[in-house]
Structures are given as structure tokens and as C-alpha cells.
């Protein structure tokens, strides 16, 4: 009987069901594994995520294993699209087979959800073994890059704000609707909007904003670091830099982009280069962002500037079941 406990697979169960005594040792755990792989302070989203089991209101599954619970991940459903909202299977336990198992329950449970046709996931904690993703007919792939610079790099950076026509400011509440804009313009037809379908319209793009700017999913959106640049001929916002705080001492970079006739200029590394100085005034000592693998004009520009990447995680869809 021993051996054959042994060798037998977790049991999946539904996150409402279990207690929040249960969770508390894999989340201690995966704050200590976002800090160590990340530099990325997990307490806030660890937090709410316990208010939520607290009052069963958390949906997703879990592995359970000789009573403990090993992993978990959770969904939300946002009207048509199902969002796979964190993923984690502690270390001891990470193998190809338990992150097929609780990957497949979640998937399956969102497309068995009434209204739900899409399923959007980034998961940076997958431990990348696994050799067929669930239903991966319905399927779409594209690996992440995750990418830091230390700050001490970053005063050598040579200002390049003349050569640009433009203004640089600070974020300002102002500018919010007009950065809509502008995300949806930036990403039009781009690989990006494959992954996260918000960039494909004006109010998706809305939504995606108010998402980090409130909340804490990426970091605290930090204003004062987020750099916004407006067009001198048109008066019109051309190109943004957001960023956030992910730890005390590390920043991240949510959002960088440029509307399309005014690339090439030097826009993109001048926000960039300002939200990086104004994160190491503001104490931080590494910043990282994350980029598509295929986004190589982007990640030329951050490898110029002293970014190296640290990590390789999917960006997987599900469409068509
Ligand atoms: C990525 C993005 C923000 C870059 O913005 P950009 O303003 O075109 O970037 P820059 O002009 O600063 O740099 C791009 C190139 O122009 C060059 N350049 C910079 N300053 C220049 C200048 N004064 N004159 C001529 N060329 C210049 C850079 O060296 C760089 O060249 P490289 O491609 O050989 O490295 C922009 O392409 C974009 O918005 N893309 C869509 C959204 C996106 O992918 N965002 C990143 C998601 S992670």
C-alpha cells in the first residue's frame, strides 16, 4: 500500500473548498520564491488572496497530497475571458506531471464556464517541464522574457531628450484617457495584444490601466517614476512609461510604448531612461520588466540600455474550444 501511495497523483480539489490553515504554508513559501527569483515583495497579493479563501470566495483549483495542499491556482472571469491568475506548485512537488494536472483542472473548469470563449494566462512560476500543455489544440504560445538592470547603470545613460520633439512629464491624472489611446494605437497588430486582448481596443486599454494603476497585481503603480512624453507639433501624448514598485528596493516597468509615426527617435529609451532614474532616486536598486521573445526591436532597446534577462516563462491562450 505504501509503495503505491507513493507513486499516486495529488488529488485535485476546488480552492472554495479548502481553508485558509491550508494555503498559508504554500504561500509562505511562494513569497519566499518571488523574492529569491524576482526581487518581487509577494506579502500584498499573498494577503489578498487570503481574504478571499477566508470567505471561500477564491475560484481555481488545488493539488492536495497526504493532506497538504502542494499547489494552486486561481481564475477570474472577466465577461467572455477567463483569467488564470496566479500558479503555483511548491518546489518540492514541481514536476511536469502535477503542473499538467492542476493546469488541465483549471483550463477545463473555465471552459466549462458559461460565456467564457478565451483563457489568458503569464505564468512566471511554471517550472517549464511540462512536455504537452493541456488542450493545447485550442492553444496559442509565446514565451516572456524577464528582464533586470541594476540602478547603478543607469546615471551613465546618455540623456537623448533633444532629438525627439517632445516634452517629458511626470504622470498625471490627466494624461490617463489619452494613454488609452495611445496603448491601443501602439499595439495595434502587435504580438502583445495576441497575448492580452485589453490592448486591442480604446476601453480594453482603459481597463488595463485602472488594473495597475489600483491595483496591486503588478507592483504599486509609482507615479512620480512614470514618465509621459507630449508630441511639441501636435500637443498630444506620444509615448509612455509606467512603472511600479514591486519590493522596497525594486522597481518594474509596466507599460512602455510609443505611437507608431514617431519611432525610431529615441523616445522609447528617453521614458525609459527618466522612469529608471526616478526609480533609483525613489531607493530602488534593481528594475526589471518582462517582454514577448519576439519583441526583438524592444529587447534591443533594453539590452542597450543594461537590461539582461533571468528568466523565460509562456504566455498561453486558449481560443477556438
Ligand atoms: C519598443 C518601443 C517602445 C521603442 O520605442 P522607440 O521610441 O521606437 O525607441 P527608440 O527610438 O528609443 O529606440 C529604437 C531604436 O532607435 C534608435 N534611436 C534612439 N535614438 C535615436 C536617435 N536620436 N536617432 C535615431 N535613432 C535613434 C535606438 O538606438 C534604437 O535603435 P536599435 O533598434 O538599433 O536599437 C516602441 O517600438 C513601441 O511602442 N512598440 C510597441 C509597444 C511595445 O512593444 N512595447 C514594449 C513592450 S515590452
Given at each position: 500500500?505504501?509503495?503505491?501511495?507513493?507513486?499516486?497523483?495529488?488529488?485535485?480539489?476546488?480552492?472554495?473548498?479548502?481553508?485558509?490553515?491550508?494555503?498559508?504554508?504554500?504561500?509562505?513559501?511562494?513569497?519566499?520564491?518571488?523574492?529569491?527569483?524576482?526581487?518581487?515583495?509577494?506579502?500584498?497579493?499573498?494577503?489578498?488572496?487570503?481574504?478571499?479563501?477566508?470567505?471561500?470566495?477564491?475560484?481555481?483549483?488545488?493539488?492536495?497530497?497526504?493532506?497538504?495542499?502542494?499547489g494552486y491556482a486561481y481564475v477570474v472571469v472577466e465577461g467572455r475571458k477567463g483569467l488564470i491568475g496566479d500558479f503555483y506548485v511548491s518546489s518540492a512537488h514541481a514536476s511536469a506531471t502535477n503542473e499538467a494536472l492542476l493546469l488541465g483542472a483549471v483550463v477545463q473548469?473555465?471552459?466549462?464556464?458559461?460565456?467564457?470563449?478565451?483563457?489568458?494566462?503569464?505564468?512566471?512560476?511554471?517550472?517549464?517541464?511540462?512536455?504537452?500543455?493541456?488542450?493545447?489544440?485550442?492553444?496559442?504560445?509565446?514565451?516572456?522574457?524577464?528582464?533586470e538592470v541594476t540602478a547603478d547603470a543607469v546615471p551613465a545613460l546618455k540623456p537623448r531628450a533633444g532629438s525627439t520633439g517632445a516634452k517629458f512629464y511626470t504622470w498625471e491624472e490627466r494624461f490617463g484617457e489619452e494613454i488609452a489611446h495611445l496603448v491601443a494605437a501602439?499595439?495595434?497588430?502587435?504580438?502583445?495584444?495576441?497575448?492580452?486582448?485589453?490592448?486591442?481596443?480604446?476601453?480594453?486599454?482603459?481597463?488595463?490601466?485602472?488594473?495597475?494603476?489600483?491595483?496591486?497585481?503588478?507592483?504599486?503603480?509609482?507615479?512620480?517614476?512614470?514618465?509621459?512624453?507630449?508630441?511639441?507639433?501636435?500637443?498630444?501624448?506620444?509615448?509612455?512609461?509606467?512603472?511600479?514598485?514591486?519590493?522596497?528596493?525594486?522597481?518594474?516597468?509596466?507599460?512602455?510604448?510609443?505611437?507608431?509615426?514617431?519611432?525610431?527617435?529615441?523616445?522609447?529609451?528617453?521614458?525609459?531612461?527618466?522612469?529608471?532614474?526616478?526609480?533609483?532616486?525613489?531607493?530602488?536598486?534593481?528594475?526589471?520588466?518582462?517582454?514577448?521573445?519576439?519583441?526583438?526591436?524592444?529587447?534591443?532597446?533594453?539590452?542597450?540600455?543594461?537590461?539582461?534577462?533571468?528568466?523565460?516563462?509562456?504566455?498561453?491562450?486558449?481560443?477556438?474550444?
Open positions: 500500500m505504501a509503495a503505491l501511495s507513493d507513486v499516486s497523483l495529488p488529488e485535485v480539489i476546488e480552492l472554495q473548498q479548502i481553508g485558509l490553515g491550508e494555503l498559508d504554508p504554500l504561500l509562505a513559501e511562494e513569497i519566499n520564491v518571488w523574492t529569491q527569483r524576482f526581487a518581487w515583495d509577494f506579502r500584498g497579493s499573498a494577503e489578498l488572496l487570503r481574504r478571499f479563501v477566508q470567505v471561500h470566495a477564491l475560484h481555481g483549483h488545488a493539488l492536495r497530497w497526504r493532506r497538504e495542499v502542494i473548469g473555465l471552459m466549462l464556464t458559461s460565456g467564457v470563449r478565451r483563457i489568458e494566462s503569464q505564468l512566471m512560476m511554471l517550472s517549464g517541464g511540462m512536455s504537452q500543455i493541456p488542450f493545447h489544440r485550442f492553444l496559442t504560445r509565446h514565451d516572456r522574457l524577464f528582464m501602439a499595439y495595434r497588430g502587435h504580438v502583445d495584444s495576441e497575448i492580452n486582448d485589453q490592448y486591442r481596443t480604446i476601453p480594453g486599454a482603459r481597463h488595463f490601466l485602472t488594473n495597475i494603476i489600483r491595483f496591486p497585481g503588478c507592483g504599486v503603480f509609482a507615479p512620480l517614476s512614470s514618465a509621459v512624453a507630449v508630441d511639441d507639433r501636435t500637443g498630444r501624448v506620444c509615448g509612455a512609461c509606467l512603472t511600479s514598485m514591486v519590493s522596497e528596493n525594486s522597481g518594474h516597468v509596466t507599460q512602455l510604448c510609443v505611437l507608431p509615426a514617431v519611432r525610431g527617435v529615441g523616445l522609447g529609451y528617453e521614458l525609459l531612461r527618466r522612469s529608471l532614474l526616478n526609480l533609483r532616486q525613489a531607493g530602488c536598486t534593481t528594475v526589471s520588466l518582462t517582454v514577448t521573445c519576439s519583441n526583438v526591436d524592444a529587447i534591443r532597446l533594453y539590452e542597450s540600455m543594461g537590461f539582461r534577462s533571468s528568466a523565460v516563462f509562456p504566455a498561453l491562450v486558449w481560443e477556438g474550444f
